[in-house]
């Protein structure tokens, strides 16, 4: 396998591009978020006030409980010490 020599103008193009990439990739992240967590309809008043927290309260709740799933997933695939009982 033949040996790449890579210049410092070489990497610094890379990370330029990366940044470019990582850039794109968090606006549309973002695009996402906004589009998930916008609400459907805007209501005025207290019971509008009530559904825009109550849909946030959701959205918080569904947020954390797939990061505890996701850090449980991970927790078993780790190897660690065992507790003993």
Known sequence: M???RYTLNDIEAQRAEMRV???EQEQALKAQIQA???PQHQ???KLG???RIAERAVLVYQGVSTG???VNSV???LPGKRRRR
């Open 49 to 51: 006030t009530f559904l």
């Open 43 to 45: 209501q005025s008043g």
């Open 68 to 70: 505890m799933r996701f």
């Open 21 to 23: 990439r990582l850039q």
């Open 36 to 38: 998930i967590a916008k």
């Open 2 to 4: 033949p040996r790449v």
């Open 75 to 77: 927790k078993g695939i």
